[in-house]
């Protein structure tokens, strides 16, 4: 069912500030945005952005309420999947008990499709479907990075092995790695349909709520981590280390200084042949 990541969004409060950087950082192009009205998503409104580079795009949203929202940060909003007909998805996710936010499904600025889910029934996680418009399921690399897709969301989680169950449960996933993670929790990582989600234990679980998957994390894929360091560090971005690490599911992965892209966790992966 979900073929793709199309983005992640984001939360700003200074959306002119983030779509120059997201310009300067990746080459992006601003792809379209306007007003936004109030929403599920964004109860207070707005305005928003998407910015394309490589094969992916971000969504920048700037609320009118900015309670919460911290000067040169952006905060990790949403998850937008890609499916052929939202309608037929909209059907079978609500026979196996999803429930969807809003009337009905709504087209964006741009043309795609989209329909939120009810949170409730996504870990309180703010994910929507996308139908994108006809013709333009695999556009040509775009401008700047050329980042191939996005290959996962991660999230924290306080039950590791309860969140896996749910994803295997709920989207016929499969468990493809996990174990013991560099920061002393444990992760793991399930394929379901052609995306992928990482799910991490910190080892300190003891604020967290129950059943409330936090954002933490999105993975960008790029044909070699070497190469495309280069290209990013003229762009003023830097690198947590100096050579990628492999994970568990044999993908090899270098995390970004998050002082370098506005307190947001992100990295590059390179897929195993």
Known sequence: ???????????TPDLDETVAWFEKSFGAVNGGGG????????????RNAYMRFGRVEAEIIEPTDKHGLTSGRV?????????ADIEQSMTELTAKGFKFAGPGAFTNIIGQQLRYFDSSTT????????????????????????IQRI??????????DKAVAWYVDNFQGELVGGGPSRTG?????????QVQVELIQPADTASMSDDVHDMDHVGYVVGDIPS???SCQDRGLLFVADTPNTNSARQQVLYFETETTLGSRMHLTMLPD
Not at 123 to 146: C, F, K, M, R
Request: negative net charge; glycine residues 14%; proline residues 6%.
């Open 1 to 11: 069912m979900f073929q793709k990541i199309q983005h992640i969004g984001y939360l």
């Open 185 to 193: 929790g444990r992760n793991a990582f399930v394929n379901f349909a």
């Open 123 to 146: 870990n309180g996680v703010l994910v929507h479907l996308t139908q994108l418009p006809s013709g333009s399921d695999d556009p040509a690399p775009g401008d700047g990075t050329e």
């Open 75 to 83: 905060a990790m909003h949403h998850v937008g999947y890609v499916v």
């Open 228 to 230: 495309c360091m280069g």
């Open 151 to 160: 290959i996962h969301a991660g999230y924290r989680v306080k039950d590791l």
């Open 35 to 46: 007003p936004l009205n109030a929403s599920y998503a964004v109860p207070s409104g707005g």
